[in-house]
């Protein structure tokens, strides 16, 4: 009787992970490594996986970073119109741990303790310093044509503190595959050239990637 149970719990697991939004047929992924090539002090492998329910994006990044050695892993879920809708980083730098958890839902964020950022009123994208990776959310979110641009607000989150700031941002579509990215304090500007997904290919003269699947 034990092992009929036992085989109608593995039924039931197998049959909970294939009604999974990501394990569909329609499903499709992409892992991609970056190499930050400004300084050589940053590697970063990333998974995007779509579905119809959505997107994900994980990441981990390795650097080198005030001369302390750095590891963080991020988690991004978003719908599927590309708006962010969940956020989670854990991070260790040094010997100090710390993480960060956000909801997002049309340009309202809450931190998960704290409760609702204000301050972020109207940001859609989360924009995390030292991955490329989310790029990628504006850009495919935006679905701009060739010649075209606009202005948008993320949620700017800075490494190694993990405090979030608004930050007002330019993407402008300058061929099929490369974009302009422009900082609207600071005046800073990338070109961007991305793949299929939407991922960077190259970052200015910041990251490059350096291996791929899809």
Not at 75 to 101: A, M, P, Y
Not at 143 to 157: C, D, K
Not at 162 to 182: C, D, G, H, N, V
Request: proline share 3%.
């Amino acid at each position: 009787m034990s092992n009929e149970r036992d085989q109608s719990r593995e039924k039931d697991a197998v049959a909970v992970i294939l009604d999974s939004s990501i394990v569909n047929a329609s499903s499709h992924s992409s892992t991609v490594i970056w190499r930050r090539v400004l300084d050589n002090a940053s590697f970063e492998a990333c998974r995007f996986i779509g579905s119809d329910a959505g997107y994900h994006l994980n990441g981990t990044i390795i650097a080198a970073h005030e001369n302390q050695p750095l590891e963080l892993r991020y988690h991004i879920l978003c719908d599927v119109n590309w708006k962010t809708r969940e956020v989670t980083i854990e991070q260790r730098h040094g010997f100090t741990e710390v993480s960060l958890k956000l909801l997002a839902h049309d340009g309202v964020w809450s931190k998960v303790g704290p409760g609702q950022l204000s301050e972020l009123i109207g940001s859609i994208d989360v924009d995390i310093e030292f991955t490329p990776a989310t790029n990628a959310l504006p850009i495919n979110r935006l679905g701009l044509a060739v010649g075209e641009s606009a202005e948008i607000q993320a949620a700017w989150i800075r490494i190694p503190t993990l405090a979030i700031f608004p930050a007002k941002q330019r993407y402008e579509r300058l061929s099929e595959s490369k974009y302009r990215y422009t900082s609207i304090a600071s005046g800073f500007q990338a070109e961007i050239e991305v793949d299929r997904f939407g991922l960077p290919i190259r970052y200015g003269n910041i990251w490059e990637k350096i291996a791929a699947a899809a």
